[in-house]
């Protein structure tokens, strides 16, 4: 039996929809798609599904809902977890722009380390940060 890698991308937001549609333009520009994308609008709810749809390409399954609870990061994330099919669940601010093989990077380190107590795997995209200048002198001093 092989096992389910497929993603779902938990997006909280509140009032920011610009925010949102640039994240998930850099989920659609991923060279391995998530297999949904669940928005959790805690705001004017200013995002529909043909919006998303727009960016998003007809392969990932979209939801967009509300906290399921008082409004707030945690609810929403713990909202997204809850409605997510998929075994993989990735959370995301919705200011977050991912770099185009993170999505695929991450499945490789599940597919690298598969056992059943991995739990999961945090991460920092480091093809999108650059040092700053002290960190470099600290990083070749230690």
Known sequence: MTADYSIA?????????????????ALADQTSLPAEV?????????????????????????????????????????????V??????????DDV??????????LEMYRKHDCPELAGIGGFDDELWVPSRMERLFNSIF
């Open 97 to 106: 722009r991912l770099s185009n093989s993170y999505a695929e990077r991450l």
């Open 38 to 82: 669940i928005i959790v609008d805690d705001g004017t709810r200013s995002l529909n599904r043909a919006t998303v749809r727009e960016i998003l390409p007809e392969s990932v399954a979209v939801q967009i809902t509300e906290s399921m609870g008082e409004p707030g990061t945690s609810t929403a994330r713990n909202t997204g977890a809850k």
């Open 9 to 25: 991308i938990v997006i909280p937001t509140r009032d920011r929809p610009e925010n949102v549609r640039e994240s998930l333009q």
């Open 84 to 93: 997510a099919s998929s075994p993989i669940v990735l959370f995301l601010d």
